[in-house]
């Protein structure tokens, strides 16, 4: 099967049972947000920004897992922010598996293997002294963090642990360099990797998340896919990029930056996507095969982001996880009080001018799930896609070198307005253009400091290569 029975037959069940009671809207994915705080400044993300002033704001434990009994989605995803920031998240994590719930967290990866190790130090006993010298040996444990790992656990919490019912969800946006850049930061694309190969060993689930941005090079996110199969990564999930008023705002303010430079209209995602079926055939593309028709443009859809609602720490976010008219205060209110057919897109007019370039998964995968704008066929093919075999691990995808080169100090804002620099000579690869906050250096700091893995002159990147903050990733 492409994706675990029992998870796909719950969703599935959960499908049939609400069309079954005529349940005209209920949600099939929670997004919760307990926190705004994160530890990366990504371009295109305008989550802190949004809630500048709940950044210290975070949900309680309780009022976590009663918002998740209230829409009673079958899946979970936890994100913010950061989540591994949030001081509960593995008494959160127990308490969604324990109501029998599907969990993602979705993640920078940046601090996932310190809560690997946790899941290390509760398990150890001599009898897995190989599997930790392996990791040892292979770099994704230190011997110093082995030597405390070998002491057991000092605490008694809750740590977590591999289950088909969880997924570790890691934020990938291309190869490194390009990663780097959008995240900010050099050193964190090294870091996801070294985070994915640790999980996979250890036995959990892994999926990678992706966005698409005006300039990204598609050839290069097929590269990033053969890289992640060969890995034997349990899926992809991937979205265009979408101009939402916050991460305009964002782009604008703090990097100086032109939106429309960045974010991409319809037409563009069915340029960028016109080969995303042929990917779902090769890769474990999360989703529906509705949706990626809609996405390279060969149906339409309707909106249907009342399927994954958004709770954070104001309340249940409306309309949708990108656009924010009100916060309710509950799950019942923000399903009536919405008035949802305001929104969206239909035969081609934008209901509101904020949804003319949105194609995003959170409003519009649900759509193929729930057989909105049905087509015969369309019950067989999400079937045939769920239930079928899965792509085997592509060969090709271990020949791949997806270490493009660091950022040399350049992809971490080290505060100040950015200004406009020329851009360098083009190198083969990617090229990167303008915008550099003042005060950046190539000294490997951020990298070395965040991370504990590379340093600045890492890779096939160096000093002489170095380019400022991304504005533009052109196509080869």
Not at 30 to 35: A, I, N, S, T
Not at 164 to 188: C, F, S
Not at 326 to 347: C, F, K, N
Not at 423 to 448: I, K, Q, T, Y
Request: include cysteine.
């Amino acid at each position: 099967m492409r994706f675990p029975l029992a998870l796909s037959a719950k969703i599935g069940a959960h499908i049939v049972k609400h069309k079954l009671l005529g349940t005209p809207k209920f949600a099939l994915v929670l997004q919760l947000e307990p926190l705004h705080t994160c530890n990366l400044t990504c371009t295109g993300c305008g989550r802190i920004r949004e809630y500048s002033t709940h950044l210290k704001d975070m949900m309680g434990l309780e009022e976590c897992l009663a918002s998740a009994e209230e829409c009673d989605a079958p899946m979970v995803s936890i994100c913010g922010g950061e989540p591994l920031i949030y001081p509960q998240i593995e008494e959160l994590v127990h308490g969604l598996l324990a109501q029998r719930r599907i969990v993602y967290i979705c993640t920078n990866g940046m601090i996932m293997r310190k809560k690997m190790r946790d899941y290390l130090t509760a398990i150890y006993k001599p009898s897995r002294e190989g599997l930790l010298r392996r990791l040892v040996s292979e770099g994704l444990v230190s011997s110093r963090d082995a030597a405390e790992i070998r002491k057991g656990p000092q605490k008694a919490r809750p740590v977590i642990r591999p289950t088909k019912w969880l997924y570790w969800n890691v934020h990938v946006d291309g190869l490194e360099r390009t990663h780097d850049l959008i995240v900010e930061r050099e050193g964190v694309f090294r870091e996801c990797v070294q985070a994915i190969r640790m999980a996979k060993i250890l036995g959990y689930q892994v999926a990678t998340n992706t966005t698409v941005y005006k300039q990204t090079d598609m050839v290069e996110i097929e590269e990033m896919f053969k890289y992640f199969s060969a890995m034997e990564v349990d899926g992809h999930t991937i979205s265009p990029g979408y101009e939402y008023d916050a991460a305009k705002k964002d782009m604008v303010s703090r990097l100086n930056l032109k939106p429309e430079d960045f974010f991409l209209t319809r037409g563009m995602v069915r340029e960028k996507f016109a080969r995303i079926e042929e990917w779902g055939e090769k890769f474990r593309i999360l989703g529906t095969p509705v949706y990626q028709e809609f996405l390279s443009g060969k149906r339409d859809l309707t909106c249907t982001a009342w399927a994954i609602p958004t709770r954070n720490v104001k309340g249940w976010k409306g309309p949708c996880y990108l656009m924010t008219d009100g916060h309710y205060a509950s799950y019942r209110e923000l399903l009536g009080q919405v008035t949802w057919d305001r929104y969206g897109v239909v035969d081609g007019v934008a209901r509101d001018v904020r949804c003319e370039n949105c194609m995003v998964h959170c409003g519009y995968d649900p759509s193929g799930a729930l057989g909105k704008n049905y087509r015969s066929g369309d019950l067989w093919k999400n079937v045939k896609y769920n239930f079928g075999p899965r792509p085997k691990p592509a060969a090709q995808g271990s020949s791949v070198d997806p270490f493009t080169g660091v950022t040399c100090g350049n992809g971490h804002l080290t505060g100040g307005k950015s200004k406009s620099v020329p851009a360098e000579p083009a190198r083969p690869g990617l090229v990167f253009e303008a915008s550099v906050a003042s005060g950046n250096g190539c000294n490997g700091s951020h990298g070395s400091h965040a991370t504990g893995g590379t340093n600045g002159t890492n890779g096939r990147g160096s000093a002489a290569h170095a380019q400022p903050v991304l504005v533009q990733i052109s196509k080869k």
